[in-house]
């Protein structure tokens, strides 16, 4: 992609700035990105003010400590005070000891009493998502002045579209919609319009949590509360759709059996990513030797009949897939709760079944193969009936695992593809030569 | 605002047409504030998105955008035209959901405006489709991951046949296809039947070749899917798969060796394993992600190209380096 900001700043400055004026924040994060270290710097420099924070808070985390340790203290103070608590957080949280220490050094007191207080709260929690700029109304003002409140304030709050109605001791009583302002009389009472039934969430909330109530009531916006009922904070959907995002990639990492990665896969380095994925190899291969262990048993078999082998990647590989199936559709079922707790039978009941059809025609289709490539009708037998109870098995236990995680409050996702790999090719490997040496007599 | 007869018009799937809400509010660049405020008073009680108003002109153009909050702020015998932002980002009728989805996740916008070939407004998409989308799209990967035909149907509600059916036609395929590595190991039956404790260690390269490909190109499909890898990068990711493997493979062939070796098998057999382990973390990564990418340059979803096909390939490849290596190395 061309980029029009190096461009510009080698040719014609003037027209750089009109450019920034009129280009989203996002878009100018995206193309800053892009600039070598000194170029980043002097186009952010040239940003309007008022923007200058924006396009501070979308930029990745290396681009801004670059920043932050060309510009002013004084330049710091102002972007610093102008993020919305929730960015400056995040940032700050990334940020190594030294950068932390000259921004908060520069911040007015106020503004470092709250990140602190913010830092504290859990990862992942609604406290450690939530931001602060949110519109508070009194439920004895009128629409009037609650009209006059919003245009006085409304530029620095994340939201004008949900206000929120707190009591003299700050505790949430009630929510309010800008359409509900709109559309009623200027001189009503915010205590007679605003609804008293609201969603909310706490400051030690999961994400997940939040999320889930997000998508189940199309929310714009969250209230959080602490343990005394007081509103603190709101969560905005923008914040929730990044969530869903690493929710989603985090599942599938951990369904390949890895650690769930911090960064984007280009920003990672070659040795991270090592190690989120060796623990989940060495473990596997550990265990996979097992599986060696009971092959080997069957090694007599082997020297006598050779062609065996030949029928275990066959085996193997459909089992995998037959289970990675299973474990997938449960594991996903449960991420959107469409599958919950109770419903450990009824997906139980309906995998066994699906397990059964599924082996029996793959079995029958396995068994007219093998007629059609001149094998013994009775190797085709063995062949056949191995790959029926490994389909069956890998089905079955492929929803089991997860179900069973998710009843002990484990992460299902874990409980995916290769560790139900290893446990079911063990299995089908005893039935394979256990079968062959009944019905082969060899 | 006139009431017009909403052509039905078949939209694809998939395409933002389809998902889009047709429910808006249509402001005009001559009115003052006090004019949108008097129309949204109107309509507001009927209408599900009132946040962000599209100013269109006289031929049902979309010539800019005003949020309910820049209303509020403005004076109120302001022009919308002075007020509005002109630069709008919208989607075609026909975009995929997805790219609507990511520019809503990108942008934080309430709704992103839906154009059609001549720049007529014909819908909204909302931060609500957007969190649907999102959900459907993760699914859908998820299934195409996991060798499952994509069902619209919740999991509960679909019936064992309706489930099996989904199912049975991608594992038939893929079990036809694992059976040709059987054509491949049929070559070295004579090796086996020489050392039979050759296949003692089958599973373990089948498995964790199968491990490896998984993880790198899960990986490189949900870092497409989320737009951060694109083509152009095919040498950096490879690049980067290949240190990945000789790091993991380092630590596996310890490992690797230490378990043979375990097995009471020799220090020569240990040593065809270990080399067959090295070359299967190599070949699993590397094609993991080839894969992905040769899918993506021919248009294909990267996503069909995880774990199932990717370790049919792998197997395949890893067998017959062994059993090479096998017959080189031991002299059988």
Redesign the interface.
């Known amino acids: 992609m061309e980029n029009e900001l190096i461009q510009l700043l080698r040719s014609n400055r003037a027209a750089l700035r009109q450019r920034l004026d009129?280009?989203?924040v996002?878009d100018i994060a995206e193309q800053l990105e892009q600039l070598d270290k000194a170029d980043v710097v002097v186009v952010f420099r040239m940003l309007p003010k008022t923007e200058a924070a924006e396009v501070f808070a979308e930029l990745d985390h290396d681009v801004q400590q670059n920043i932050i340790e060309a510009i002013t203290d004084r330049e710091i103070r102002y972007i610093v005070d102008e993020l919305f608590l929730d960015d400056a957080v995040d940032f700050i949280e990334e940020m190594p000891a030294n950068v932390v220490k000259r921004v908060l050094a520069n911040v007015t007191s106020d503004t470092r009493d709250l990140i602190n207080h913010f830092l504290q709260y859990p990862d992942d929690s609604a406290g450690s998502m939530m931001t602060i700029e949110f519109v508070d109304l009194q439920s004895g003002t009128t629409v009037a002045d609650a009209?006059a409140h919003?245009?006085e304030t409304?530029?620095d709050k994340e939201t004008?579209?949900t206000c929120y109605v707190t009591d003299s001791q700050r505790m949430l009583i009630g929510v309010v919609s800008?359409?509900t302002l709109?559309?009623s009389a200027k001189e009503q009472l915010i205590g007679d319009v605003m609804e008293t039934d609201y969603f909310f969430a706490r400051t030690h909330d999961d994400r997940e949590e939040l999320l889930n109530r997000?998508?189940e009531y199309?929310l714009?916006a969250l209230p959080v509360v602490d343990n005394e009922g007081r509103l603190v904070g709101i969560v905005t959907?923008?914040d929730?759709?990044?969530v869903?995002?690493e929710e989603?990639?985090e599942?599938?990492?951990k369904?390949?059996?890895?650690s769930p990665?911090e960064d984007?896969?280009?920003k990672t380095s070659?040795?991270v990513?090592?190690k989120n994925?060796?623990p989940?190899?060495?473990f596997?291969?550990?265990s996979?030797?097992l599986?060696?262990?009971i092959?080997?048993k069957?090694?007599?078999i082997?020297?006598i009949l050779?062609?065996l082998?030949?029928?275990?990647?066959?085996l193997?590989?459909?089992s995998?897939?037959?289970g990675?199936?299973s474990?997938?559709?449960?594991?996903?079922?449960m991420a959107?709760e469409?599958?919950k707790q109770t419903?450990f039978f009824?997906?139980l009941w309906?995998e066994v079944?699906?397990a059964a059809?599924?082996g029996i025609?793959?079995a029958i289709?396995?068994f007219i193969?093998m007629l059609i490539f001149r094998y013994e009708p009775n190797m085709g037998l063995v062949v056949s009936t191995a790959?029926f109870s490994a389909?069956f098995f890998a089905k079955t236990i492929g929803a089991l695992l997860p179900l069973g995680a998710n009843a002990l409050k484990m992460d299902p996702a874990v409980m995916a593809?290769?560790i139900l790999?290893?446990i079911v090719?063990a299995m089908t490997?005893i039935v394979f030569f256990s079968l062959a040496k009944i019905i082969l007599h060899v | 605002m006139t009431c017009e007869l909403v052509e039905t018009i078949e939209y694809p799937e998939h395409s933002a047409g389809s998902v889009m809400s047709e429910e808006y509010v249509e402001l005009y660049s001559n009115m003052t504030v006090d004019d949108a405020?008097t129309y949204?008073?109107q309509i507001?009680?009927n209408l599900e998105n009132?946040?962000t108003c599209y100013v269109v002109n006289s031929g049902q153009r979309l010539i800019g955008i005003v949020s309910?909050?820049t209303l509020?702020?403005a004076d109120q015998s302001s022009l919308v035209a002075d007020i509005m932002e002109p630069?709008v980002?919208s989607a075609h009728e026909l975009d995929d959901q997805e790219d609507i989805m990511s520019d809503?996740?990108?942008?934080?916008f309430?709704s992103i405006p839906v154009v059609d070939d001549d720049r007529r407004l014909v819908g909204v998409f909302t931060?609500?489709d957007?969190?649907?989308v999102?959900?459907d799209e993760?699914?859908e990967?998820?299934?195409k991951?996991?060798?499952?035909s994509h069902s619209e149907m919740?999991?509960?509600g679909s019936g064992?046949?309706e489930?099996?059916k989904h199912?049975?036609p991608?594992?038939?395929l893929?079990?036809?296809f694992?059976?040709f590595?059987?054509?491949l190991?049929?070559l070295y039956?004579?090796s086996?039947?020489v050392l039979?404790?050759l296949?003692?260690?089958?599973?373990?390269l089948?498995?964790?070749g199968?491990?490896?490909g998984?993880?790198s190109?899960?990986?490189?499909?949900?870092?497409m899917a989320?737009g951060?890898?694109e083509l152009a990068?095919t040498f950096?990711?490879l690049g980067?798969e290949m240190?990945?493997s000789l790091?993991?493979g380092a630590?596996?062939v310890i490992?690797?060796y230490i378990?043979v070796l375990f097995?009471g098998e020799g220090h020569m057999l240990a040593v065809t394993v270990c080399l067959a382990m090295m070359a299967t973390i190599i070949m699993s990564n590397l094609i993991g992600g080839l894969l992905t990418f040769i899918a993506k340059a021919v248009k294909i979803d990267p996503a069909v190209m995880a774990?199932?096909l990717l370790?049919?390939i792998i197997?395949?490849l890893c067998?017959v380096v062994y059993f090479t290596l096998a017959q080189i190395i031991l002299g059988i």
């Open positions: 009129s280009m989203n996002v009209f919003i245009r409304g530029m004008v579209y800008a359409r709109i559309l997000f998508r199309s714009m959907f923008d929730i759709l990044v869903q995002e989603a990639t599942d599938f990492e369904m390949a059996g890895m990665s984007e896969y280009l070659a040795w990513m090592s994925r060796l989940w190899l060495i596997l291969n550990f996979v030797f599986t060696g262990a092959v080997a069957f090694e007599d082997v020297a050779p062609i082998v030949t029928f275990l990647p066959m193997m590989d459909t995998g897939d037959a990675s199936q474990s997938t559709l449960v594991i996903r079922g959107l469409e599958i419903d009824p997906v309906k079944r699906v059809l599924c025609v793959l289709a396995n193969r790959l389909i593809v290769p790999t290893t090719d490997l | 405020f949204l008073q507001g009680s009132i946040y309910v909050r509020l702020l630069n980002v809503i996740r990108k942008y934080g309430l931060f609500d957007a969190i649907a999102q959900d993760a699914t990967d998820f299934e991951m996991a060798a499952i919740p999991y509960l064992v046949f489930l099996a199912r049975i991608w594992l038939f893929l079990m036809i694992a059976s590595t059987a054509l190991v049929e039956e004579d086996l039947a039979p404790a296949v003692a260690f089958v599973p373990v089948m498995n964790t199968g491990n490896a998984t993880q190109s899960t990986m490189i499909i949900r870092g989320l951060e890898i990068d950096r990711v980067k240190v990945v790091i993991c630590f596996l490992t690797t378990s097995f774990a199932p370790t049919n197997d395949a067998l």
